[in-house]
């Protein structure tokens, strides 16, 4: 059986959880949870100041050469594997695997981006949030002639149904209405950090409506806001619209 194997490149805070449920409700799908956090742990000094780092070690292969060869394009008990991954996690790793795969660009406005991610991590870095990694990370996958799908947070909150829709059709496999709903509560495939990061997508049961933000952004992080906007509006240029 030929496996469809889709990477789900994504900065933090920016609905990737909850577009991993959303592919967990198909019958053809198994998902996995940031297979390669523990490797970027090891080979950086993250493990330092992300909460539960040392979990994370200890329930993951820290081998990123391993879980590329063993587990993303390894034997797959179903016709897709959607592995949720994070931009930044892409330290010391040989990319030309991603020519066996299908690639996904997962963005978001970085003003709440931002505000969100330094409420765990409060002084956050561009190699934390990923902008930069992800506009390479972009070209590269053009350079080896595939038309990578790029999704933003915010055209899928404004329309899951129509978002997904011209999602899967540009990765040739077909949408589910299932895939709009889940039942709350966690899913056995989270990661050990899920009780840092996911509990706004513990109480969802789909993706909830788009809302804008008025809390106030902290003059601390402005630059860093300011170095992410080329970026980001890079990427929402060529993104699936609502």
């Known amino acids: 059986m030929s496996t469809i194997r889709i990477n789900l490149w994504s900065g933090p805070r920016n609905v ?4 991993m449920y959303a592919f967990a409700q198909r019958r053809d799908t198994q998902v996995v949870d940031e297979p390669l956090y523990a490797h970027y742990l090891t080979v950086s000094d993250a493990d330092e100041y992300h909460p539960g780092a ?8 820290n081998d990123g050469a391993r879980v590329v060869r063993e587990l993303i394009l390894g034997p797959c008990a179903k016709p897709v594997l959607f592995c949720k991954q994070m931009t930044h996690h892409l330290v010391q790793i040989d990319r030309s695997f991603m020519q066996q795969t299908v690639n996904v660009l997962l963005t978001r406005a970085p003003a709440p981006m931002i505000l969100s991610f330094s409420k765990n991590i409060e002084t956050p ?3 934390d949030i990923g902008y930069a990694m992800q506009a390479e990370l972009y070209q590269q996958l053009c350079d080896m002639g595939q038309e990578p799908p790029v999704l933003d947070s915010k055209q899928i909150l404004l329309n899951p149904r129509g978002v997904l829709r011209e999602l899967c059709a540009r990765i040739g496999i077909p949408f589910e209405e299932t ?5 709350p509560g966690a899913r056995p495939e ?4 899920a009780k840092y990061w996911y509990a706004s ?3 969802s049961s789909g993706f909830a409506p788009y809302v804008e933000k008025d809390e106030p952004f902290p003059d601390r992080l402005r630059p860093l806001l300011e170095e992410s906007l080329p970026y980001y509006e890079m990427l929402e240029k060529v993104a699936i619209k609502a």
């Open 125 to 127: 870095t561009m190699r």
């Open 190 to 193: 989270d990661g050990s950090w």
């Open 179 to 183: 895939m709009l709903y889940w039942t």
């Open 54 to 61: 040392a979990d994370v070690l200890a329930t993951q292969d």
């Open 201 to 203: 997508v513990h109480k």
């Open 16 to 19: 990737s959880t909850a577009l």
